[in-house]
């Protein structure tokens, strides 16, 4: 068995190793809103159920080298609210369009071809095609060197 040192990895190798060793790992493609009402669509590898009682689910923004929250972070605090669709088969390659770094004002939705829903609990679009969707409300965000872990 290899073993590694986390401490002597950067984040790149240790996303590596990781997104490697724990498979199959889901997808959340995260719809939020900005303030200006821009819709927002972004995937992340890291993601998972947190807890059934309540039901949580958790996805995790990198933020390496300083750089600033992206916008599905921003958008979900500032708006409390963001839905999760799952990504069949039939949209990966749309679900990788959304994964390009572009402006906040880029609406991704758009971008990627895919039909914005409104969330019937929460004021946050989840994508019409998806075959699953959770609407989520912000259970809070545990902010680490170079990523966050947001709960909904």
Same mark, same amino acid.
């Given at each position: 068995?290899? #073993? %590694?040192?986390?401490d002597?990895?950067?984040?790149?190798?240790?996303?590596?190793?990781?997104?490697?060793?724990?498979?199959p790992r889901?997808?959340a493609?995260?719809?939020?809103? /900005?303030?200006? !009402?821009?819709?927002?669509?972004?995937?992340f /590898?890291?993601?998972?159920?947190?807890? *059934?009682?309540?039901?949580? $689910?958790? %996805? @995790?923004?990198?933020?390496?080298? !300083?750089?600033?929250?992206?916008?599905?972070?921003?958008?979900?605090?500032? /708006?409390?609210? %963001?839905?999760?669709? %799952?990504v /069949?088969?039939?949209?990966?390659e749309?679900?990788?369009?959304?994964?390009?770094?572009v402006?906040?004002? $880029?609406?991704?939705?758009?971008?990627?071809?895919? #039909?914005? *829903?409104?969330? #019937?609990?929460?004021?946050?679009p989840?994508?019409?095609? *998806?075959p699953? *969707?959770?609407? @989520?409300?912000?259970?809070? $965000?545990?902010?680490?060197?170079?990523?966050a872990?947001?709960f909904?």
């Amino acid at each position: 068995m290899a #073993t %590694f040192d986390a401490d002597e990895l950067g984040w790149r190798d240790a996303y590596k190793l990781l997104t490697g060793l724990v498979v199959p790992r889901p997808i959340a493609w995260v719809g939020t809103r /900005s303030a200006d !009402g821009v819709a927002n669509l972004a995937p992340f /590898s890291f993601f998972t159920v947190a807890s *059934a009682d309540p039901p949580t $689910v958790l %996805f @995790c923004p990198q933020l390496p080298d !300083g750089r600033a929250d992206k916008d599905s972070l921003a958008n979900a605090e500032a /708006s409390g609210v %963001f839905t999760v669709s %799952f990504v /069949s088969r039939a949209l990966f390659e749309r679900m990788n369009e959304t994964a390009a770094s572009v402006p906040p004002e $880029v609406d991704e939705f758009e971008l990627a071809g895919v #039909t914005p *829903a409104e969330g #019937t609990k929460v004021p946050a679009p989840y994508v019409a095609e *998806a075959p699953a *969707a959770i609407e @989520c409300r912000l259970a809070g $965000v545990h902010r680490l060197d170079a990523a966050a872990v947001v709960f909904g």
